[in-house]
């Protein structure tokens, strides 16, 4: 099991790892929304803290809360 460090701010979520092994891995958080719309999530960074030359993100997305 990776054990890992979450914060939650008010415009990301910040998740810290001490060590993260190669592979795939997929993040899931909970995530409310009051209001219906259309909606745009920002991209997904993983950065390497002592070495930042070793990052990577992903694409972001529209997502459509409806009623």
């Known amino acids: 099991a990776t054990i890992y460090?979450?914060?939650t701010k008010d415009?990301?979520?910040n998740f810290y790892f001490d060590h993260l092994s190669r592979g795939v891995y997929v993040l899931?958080?909970?995530?409310?929304?009051t209001r219906t719309?259309?909606?745009s999530n920002g991209i997904a960074t993983i950065q390497c803290l002592y070495a930042?030359?070793?990052t990577a993100h992903t694409a972001g997305m529209?997502?459509?809360v409806e009623k």
Request: hydrophobic share 35%.
């Open 28 to 33: 899931e958080y909970a995530a409310y929304v």
């Open 5 to 7: 460090y979450q914060a």
């Open 37 to 39: 719309g259309d909606y």
């Open 52 to 54: 930042p030359e070793f």
């Open 62 to 64: 529209r997502v459509r």
């Open 11 to 13: 415009a990301s979520t």
